[in-house]
């Protein structure tokens, strides 16, 4: 079945340590997005990709970092977590024609 | 800009009640329109969407939405619930065209609490 994965499913990090996060995706979508979303609460868009183009959002801070190598693949890079960043990061495809988004599973991130 | 608002926090149901999640919805123009669940530790996964023709879509799981225009609102329902319902309901609009700076707006989310 064409998805979106993302991995790990969990994944603890050291304080101020790098840590990069995964997302997949088979459903050949130009548009590949990283939310944020801390416990009960809406998922907050940080940044996505238009094809090769990187839309940043305003107020997505500098210590989160993107990269998206060819179609399939989004990276989600954190430069130095703080303990604020304990989240969890949901992956998100689309076709950019409004036909709503795909999500991955997402990543539980915590930060010791 | 656009924003959704779902007024309920956290509803509670008896298992078998009927069920109605409330989105209300600021758009300028006719937006597309969402609702997606999560449950716990889970990624979201879409159970309807309207985009345009007949203002009552249907949805798996069970579910329907019926797009009014008047309220610009975007209600959830279900005639029975059960256990499995329990989770957490985003209602979200997009834009009704694509390109470069596509996204969609999610609400705050509603709380189901489904009980036996």
């Known amino acids: 079945d064409a998805m979106v994965i993302q991995n790990p499913r969990y994944q603890v990090t050291q304080f101020g340590k790098p840590v990069t996060l995964s997302c997949s995706q088979t459903l050949n979508h130009n548009v590949m997005y990283w939310y944020q979303q801390k416990s009960s609460q809406a998922p907050k868009l940080l940044f996505h990709y238009y094809d090769k183009d990187f839309n940043n959002e305003a107020d997505t801070p500098d210590n989160f970092q993107s990269r998206r190598p060819n179609t399939s693949f989004c990276f989600l890079d954190i430069r130095s977590p703080g303990l604020g960043d304990a989240a969890m990061y949901l992956c998100?495809?689309?076709?950019?024609?409004?036909?709503?988004?795909?999500f991955g599973s997402g990543t539980r991130l915590t930060v010791v | 800009a656009q924003s959704v608002t779902q007024p309920d926090i956290h509803i509670t149901v008896s298992e078998g009640a009927s069920l109605e999640l409330r989105c209300n919805y600021s758009?300028?123009?006719?937006?597309?329109l969402f609702w997606y669940v999560q449950s716990p530790g889970q990624g979201l996964q879409l159970l309807l969407k309207y985009f345009s023709g007949d203002t009552l879509v249907q949805g798996i799981k069970g579910f329907e939405a019926e797009f009014k225009r008047s309220q610009s609102s975007f209600n959830l329902r279900k005639p029975s619930v059960h256990w499995s319902d329990a989770a957490e309901y985003f209602c979200?609009?997009?834009?009704?065209?694509?390109?470069?700076?596509?996204?969609?707006?999610f609400g705050k989310g509603t709380l189901l609490t489904v009980n036996p």
């Open positions: 979200a609009v997009g834009p009704n065209s694509g390109g470069s700076n596509y996204k969609l707006t």
């Open positions: 998100a495809t689309s076709r950019a024609g409004g036909s709503g988004y795909t």
């Open positions: 758009y300028g123009a006719t937006p597309y």
